[in-house]
């Protein structure tokens, strides 16, 4: 089966990264850190007086109005930002490419012809395309970091609950993460003074200790191993194994918690009547439904022993480097199966963060395809939990040296 891609020639346009209808706006307080700039936040963020449409008719069909507007929302207009829409998301979060929202498929700025990623793809698109300076999302599975990397962005997935989600509809909650775009790292960082709890201490973060995966490096596509080898080599880093046992350990791992999860949040809603979903989330939500207790009780041996092995390679000033994704974003026009065999291998490398709730930055790399068309291909810092703001800072200076 073939996805169908919106626009005219299978290019979406470019302000296609929006909620249709009008937009959503809020001013902000017009004083602090975040002053005079614009963001979107993707549409599963309640604002008050506006339905939260989550990508899915059915839901937006039967969802009331919110009573109030969701924490982050309201944090950033507390600094001085200002709301500038609601931004298209793969139906309830469950995608990862971009490709399965009802209200369409945004663009990808950087490369139209391919996915944007999701599922936070509007708030990737809205920034790559410049509409706004910076945007929210979610971080599940990959949510953030696959559209920052497919879109040539920074994007940001923080430390599990170091951002309250409260206004946000959840997927997983012991997965779900409140995460951010931006154009440049020095924005990124400025986003995180707002949104991540104050420094425990003043005092400057110690050299971090510079590690690269190179077994997850030898698993990507040619082009993009070769690419990832050289920054490793302009930052100096020392190669170590990431994985502990088979790299599928990872997916495999994380999906029976994953699943189980999302099941619990919306299977209730699911099974009430017949819904229209989009191609794939009906076979996601089936295989959601017939996991186990028994499935998930088998996968936490391996989620522990994943942990505990990141726990060593990082200690506390590790910074490991990781492929945000193994490969350049899929055609727009790529079959379904296509698709979902990308999702899979993806998640080799995705899953770490989400299995031992690490804080991970997605940098921006580039390269051109066989066609001579820029590609994204994202390369990740991956720290201890906690190390947030090393990430921050430490994504600003490595930044010129991967240029």
Same mark, same amino acid.
């Given at each position: 089966?073939? &996805? ?17 209808? +009008? ?176 420094? &425990? ?137 296509? &698709? ?33 068309? +820029? ?29």
């Amino acid at each position: 089966m073939t &996805l169908p891609a919106p626009g005219r020639g299978g290019v979406a346009p470019a302000d296609s990264a929006f909620v249709p209808g +009008p937009r959503v706006q809020r001013e902000g307080s017009g004083s602090g850190p975040l002053a005079g700039l614009r963001f979107a936040a993707k549409d599963l963020y309640d604002v008050a007086g506006e339905i939260t449409r989550g990508g899915n008719a059915d839901w937006a069909a039967e969802a009331r109005p919110a009573l109030s507007t969701a924490w982050a929302i309201r944090r950033l207009l507390d600094f001085g930002a200002s709301l500038d829409g609601k931004t298209i998301t793969d139906e309830l979060a469950c995608g990862l490419l971009g490709n399965t929202s009802g209200d369409g498929m945004p663009a990808n700025p950087l490369s139209p012809a391919r996915v944007p990623g999701g599922s936070s793809s509007g708030s990737a698109s809205a920034v790559a395309a410049g509409l706004v300076d910076f945007a929210i999302g979610t971080d599940t599975g990959g949510s953030v970091r696959v559209p920052a990397a497919f879109c040539g962005l920074y994007g940001m997935r923080p430390t599990h609950g170091a951002i309250p989600l409260a206004g946000c509809l959840a997927l997983a909650p012991a997965f779900d993460t409140c995460g951010w775009f931006a154009r440049e790292p020095g924005l990124l960082a400025r986003v995180g003074d707002v949104l991540l709890p104050p420094p &425990l201490h003043d005092e400057a973060l110690p050299p971090a200790r510079l590690l690269h995966a190179a077994d997850l490096f030898d698993l990507c596509a040619p082009q993009v191993a070769r690419r990832l080898h050289q920054a490793a080599r302009r930052l100096g880093s020392a190669p170590v194994a990431a994985c502990v046992g088979a790299p599928s350990d990872h997916p495999d791992a994380f999906w029976p918690f994953q699943g189980r999860q999302m099941w619990s949040t919306f299977g209730d809603w699911y099974r009430a009547r017949p819904r229209r979903m989009q191609p794939g989330n009906d076979a996601r939500f089936a295989a959601a439904a017939a996991i186990t207790a028994a499935e998930v009780q088998a996968a936490d041996p391996i989620r522990r022993r994943i942990a505990a092995h990141l726990g060593r390679l990082l200690g506390t000033d590790g910074v490991l480097i990781i492929p945000t994704t193994h490969d350049f974003a899929p055609a727009r026009d790529a079959t379904l199966d296509e &698709l979902e065999a990308f999702r899979r291998n993806a998640h080799v490398n995705l899953a770490i963060a989400g299995l031992c709730g690490l804080p991970q930055v997605s940098l921006p790399l580039t390269d051109v395809d066989d066609s001579g068309r +820029p590609v994204g291909i994202g390369l990740s810092l991956l720290s201890a939990r906690g190390n947030d703001r090393r990430l921050l800072q430490l994504a600003g200076l490595l930044a010129d040296r991967l240029a």
